[in-house]
Nanobody, 125 residues
Framework: QVQLVESGGGSVQAGGSLRLSCVASEYINAGACMGWFRQAPGKEREGVAHVRIGGGFTYYDDSVKGRFTVSRDSAKNTLYLEMNSLKTEDTAMYYC??????????????????WGQGTQVTVSS
């Protein structure tokens, strides 16, 4: 059972930056897909970015395109989310997730099997 642990959340002013990390407890196959999701109070969990571990597929939601960058360090079994130009509407609990069936468009939370516990991001005006 793979375990995922996120870190890097915090409080920042609008326009600031944060980098989230997600460490997997074991090696992740190159064909697997990892994603970042977020959930604000009272809202549904939404996908932010998805990436194929071995490369060749990266997807960003329109709301973060150009501001967020997802990357991975396979040697460290770690997924990152670099968040720049943060907005108040980016405030949410951020989760990383893993699916072994590969990436495709329109991935939903239910398509992922493994989840981290989340890290809170709060952006103030």
């Amino acid at each position: 059972q793979v375990q995922l642990v996120e870190s890097g959340g915090g409080s920042v002013q609008a326009g600031g930056s944060l980098r989230l990390s997600c460490v997997a407890s074991e090696y992740i196959n190159a064909g697997a897909c990892m994603g970042w999701f977020r959930q604000a109070p009272g809202k549904e969990r939404e996908g932010v970015a998805h990436v194929r571990i071995g490369g060749g597929f990266t997807y960003y939601d329109d709301s973060v395109k150009g501001r967020f960058t997802v990357s991975r360090d396979s040697a460290k079994n770690t997924l990152y989310l670099e968040m720049n130009s943060l907005k108040t509407e980016d405030t949410a609990m951020y989760y990383c997730a893993l699916r072994t069936d590969g990436c495709r468009l329109a991935l939903q939370p239910g398509d992922y099997k493994y989840w981290g516990q989340g890290t809170q991001v709060t952006v103030s005006s």
